[in-house]
């Protein structure tokens, strides 16, 4: 499957119809976009307008996967720190893919964003995630590492959510590349060797 990847400065009306579209689908099947049910049009307009606001103030970057029917299939946003003292960390507060898409978003979309988040000055890239879903598996992959976690982090039908609070150096992940040709982590075995028993 061959894709389109870039980074948007404006969103027009076809984009901000497929970003829509692409959320839906995804919320509608997953737990990792916080809701289950589809935006209303009124929402739809209102969550456009505010990325168009905040990626026009510089407070947020949008990534984008394009299909070969230039169609968007994927998205990731970042959010740099206003804070002087925390310029140099980002948060990563949206990421949607189509499940078919998935591989490709991970081999290609993450060297594009290290890439970005290195260009704007920024050495850390924050993160944080349900533990219901398949999310948090995917980036402790890439070898994000976990600082904290909040139990009473998301309530669903009464269900009392933990939420994991993650963290990567950007220089970390090159340099694991660089070392081992993937971006993915290998799993730490928690078993004791027979040598130490």
Known sequence: MKVKIEWLSSINDKDGLDIIRLMNSVSVNETTMGFHEEFSNEEAAKLILNMKNEIGKGKCLLLIVRSIEDSIVGMLTISPQT?????????????????SYRGIFTLDCWEATLNKVKE???SIIVIDVRSDGKAEKLWRMLGFIEYGRLEDYARVNE??????????YVQDAINYYAENGSWIHKQKS????????
């Open 83 to 99: 804070l002087p003292a925390r310029s140099h960390i980002v948060e990563i507060k949206r990421c949607v893919i189509l499940p």
């Open 120 to 122: 704007i000055g920024a």
């Open 190 to 197: 928690t078993r004791i060797s027979s040598e130490k028993q």
């Open 159 to 168: 269900k009392i959510i933990t939420g994991y609070f993650m963290s990567i």
